[in-house]
């Protein structure tokens, strides 16, 4: 009996189980109109056994039916990869692309400040994706698995209504594999096929222009040979057309003074604004930290964690404002403010943090659990799998940094979750993460996904 998927036939989510079940050879019926017949609770997979929501969620449990197939890759480590990817696909590709492309299929307005944002992001994606793909015929390992197929499912309506020929020009790598991809068969029978936008429509707009130009100058010429039937009235009406001239130079003048202007706005910014960017900054992360340390105690009250691995996103690589991070998140609790802060700091952590240049690490660890984790330990062994290098080490804060390397592959995104479950793996070793010993009370698991920003 086939199963049943309950989701809107032409969203791109929905593409992803179809394609994924295609390759696993599994029938999957997708009735029609469910998007109206179930508004607000789909996507729903029903099976014999039950029910599975969560368009993520469906696609993982199709691809993981068949193993031989591999669509969830060929161990442990090419799973958690694909994992990685698709995360990656969710958070920062995902957002930005349909910021960019629902507005233009009228699904909401445009609001032009978010879409100027979200083409900045959707830049950065790609070139992420672009420079894996050098070196990379798929996504994660050597034939298509999830990650190919969730990555260029969120592509196709982004490729076909606004990324044209210049957008897209720096990323031949990636235009490589998606072709690739599209051109499976899997692929063809959920999309049929996928047309690129092309290039710009501006040239129309531009040859238009010239024709008004040459209109208004065969309709200036007959005034022109109108003149000679008044022989003194032309000379005299000549004379308020060369006073006219100043007039045109005036204009000139206004518009090289502007010109003038513009580099100024674009002026490097004072010591003074500097500074107030840096403290402006400064005051987010240490919010951030704040509000992440009361999150990481409850969760590991609730989980019975001693330590704890995370990752912040404000700042960005930088190591000075990523210890100041931490150091928030370990700050006292003061039970007087309305807003509790810190909190956390009884419970050992390794918090990461991706910048475009470098993914920066800071370990702490407290000093009643020295004796059962050594911080500078813990930190030399996440980064000695990865080539990364520790920058400083004391007995309770350690920190360190893995650079970007495109010729190897290594970028700060790519590398941020596999770190993170290397740096759960030591502490597994050390017998310092909880198992699953039967009871429901070690049942718990969490990642960045239970902390939103």
Same mark, same amino acid.
């Given at each position: 009996?086939?199963?049943?998927?309950?989701?809107?036939?032409?969203?791109?989510?929905?593409?992803?189980?179809?394609?994924?079940?295609?390759?696993?050879?599994?029938?999957?019926?997708?009735?029609?109109?469910?998007?109206?017949?179930?508004?607000?609770?789909?996507?729903?997979?029903?099976?014999?056994?039950?029910?599975?929501?969560?368009?993520?969620?469906?696609?993982?449990?199709?691809?993981?039916?068949?193993?031989?197939?591999?669509?969830?890759?060929?161990?442990?480590?090419?799973?958690?990869?694909?994992?990685?990817?698709?995360?990656?696909?969710?958070?920062?590709?995902?957002?930005?692309?349909?910021?960019?492309?629902?507005?233009?299929?009228?699904?909401?307005?445009?609001?032009?400040?978010?879409?100027?944002?979200?083409?900045?992001?959707?830049?950065?994606?790609?070139?992420?994706?672009?420079?894996?793909?050098?070196?990379?015929?798929?996504?994660?390992?050597?034939?298509?698995?999830?990650?190919?197929?969730?990555?260029?499912?969120?592509?196709?309506?982004?490729?076909?209504?606004?990324?044209?020929?210049?957008?897209?020009?720096?990323?031949?790598?990636?235009?490589?594999?998606?072709?690739?991809?599209?051109?499976?068969?899997?692929?063809?029978?959920?999309?049929?096929?996928?047309?690129?936008?092309?290039? %710009?429509?501006? #040239? *129309?707009?531009?040859? $238009? &222009? /010239? !024709?008004?130009?040459? =209109?208004?100058? @065969?309709? +200036?010429?007959?005034?022109?040979?109108?003149?000679?039937? %008044?022989?003194? #009235? *032309?000379?005299?009406? $000549? &004379? /308020? !057309?060369?006073?006219? =001239?100043?007039? @045109?130079? +005036?204009?000139?003048?206004?518009?090289?003074?502007?010109? %003038?202007?513009?580099?100024?706005?674009?002026?490097?910014?004072? !010591?003074?604004?500097?500074?107030?960017? @840096?403290?402006?900054?400064?005051?987010?992360?240490?919010?951030?930290?704040?509000?992440?340390?009361?999150?990481?105690?409850?969760?590991?009250?609730?989980?019975?964690?001693?330590?704890?691995?995370?990752?912040?996103?404000?700042?960005?690589?930088?190591?000075?404002?990523?210890?100041?991070?931490?150091?928030?998140?370990?700050?006292?609790?003061?039970?007087?403010?309305?807003?509790?802060?810190?909190?956390?700091?009884?419970?050992?952590?390794?918090v990461f943090s991706a910048g475009v240049d470098q993914l920066g690490?800071?370990?702490?660890?407290?000093?009643?659990?020295?004796?059962?984790?050594?911080?500078?330990?813990?930190?030399?062994?996440?980064?000695?799998?990865?080539?990364?290098?520790?920058?400083?080490?004391?007995?309770?804060?350690?920190?360190?940094?893995?650079?970007?390397?495109?010729?190897?592959?290594?970028?700060?995104?790519?590398?941020?979750?596999?770190?993170?479950?290397?740096?759960?793996?030591?502490?597994?070793?050390?017998?310092?993460?909880?198992?699953?010993?039967?009871?429901?009370?070690?049942?718990?698991?969490?990642?960045?996904?239970?902390?939103?920003?």
């Open positions: 009996m086939p199963m049943k998927l309950y989701a809107h036939p032409d969203n791109y989510k929905t593409h992803k189980a179809l394609i994924a079940a295609k390759y696993a050879g599994l029938e999957v019926d997708c009735p029609s109109n469910a998007g109206g017949a179930v508004t607000g609770k789909i996507p729903v997979l029903e099976t014999n056994q039950g029910c599975i929501f969560s368009s993520t969620a469906i696609a993982r449990y199709i691809s993981r039916i068949s193993r031989p197939v591999g669509l969830y890759g060929q161990n442990l480590l090419e799973g958690g990869m694909i994992d990685s990817w698709i995360e990656f696909c969710t958070h920062e590709l995902e957002v930005p692309l349909c910021t960019w492309v629902l507005p233009v299929m009228g699904v909401f307005p445009e609001v032009p400040e978010a879409t100027a944002c979200a083409k900045e992001d959707v830049k950065k994606a790609l070139a992420i994706l672009n420079n894996h793909l050098l070196h990379h015929t798929y996504m994660v390992g050597h034939s298509i698995t999830l990650a190919d197929i969730s990555v260029c499912c969120a592509l196709v309506d982004g490729m076909s209504l606004v990324l044209d020929e210049s957008f897209r020009k720096p990323f031949p790598n990636l235009m490589r594999w998606f072709s690739l991809c599209v051109s499976q068969p899997e692929f063809k029978s959920v999309l049929g096929d996928v047309k690129l936008l092309g290039a %710009k429509g501006a #040239a *129309p707009a531009k040859e $238009a &222009a /010239p !024709k008004k130009e040459v =209109a208004a100058k @065969k309709e +200036a010429a007959p005034k022109k040979d109108a003149a000679p039937k %008044k022989d003194a #009235a *032309p000379k005299k009406d $000549a &004379a /308020p !057309k060369k006073d006219a =001239a100043p007039k @045109k130079d +005036a204009k000139k003048d206004k518009k090289a003074e502007e010109t %003038k202007e513009e580099p100024a706005k674009d002026k490097e910014p004072t !010591k003074e604004e500097l500074e107030k960017m @840096k403290k402006d900054k400064l005051k987010k992360v240490i919010k951030e930290g704040g509000k992440r340390g009361v999150e990481i105690e409850g969760a590991a009250d609730m989980g019975g964690l001693q330590f704890f691995c995370t990752s912040v996103e404000l700042p960005e690589g930088d190591l000075e404002l990523l210890m100041k991070c931490v150091e928030a998140m370990n700050a006292k609790s003061d039970p007087t403010e309305e807003e509790r802060k810190g909190g956390s700091g009884h419970i050992g952590k390794m690490i800071v370990a702490y660890v407290p000093d009643e659990k020295a004796k059962e984790l050594s911080c500078e330990e813990w930190l030399k062994t996440v980064l000695g799998n990865f080539s990364g290098e520790v920058l400083s080490t004391s007995s309770s804060y350690c920190s360190g940094v893995v650079k970007t390397n495109s010729d190897k592959g290594v970028f700060p995104l790519k590398i941020r979750e596999p770190m993170i479950l290397e740096a759960n793996n030591f502490l597994r070793k050390k017998g310092l993460f909880p198992e699953d010993n039967g009871s429901d009370d070690d049942e718990c698991v969490f990642g960045d996904d239970d902390f939103p920003s």
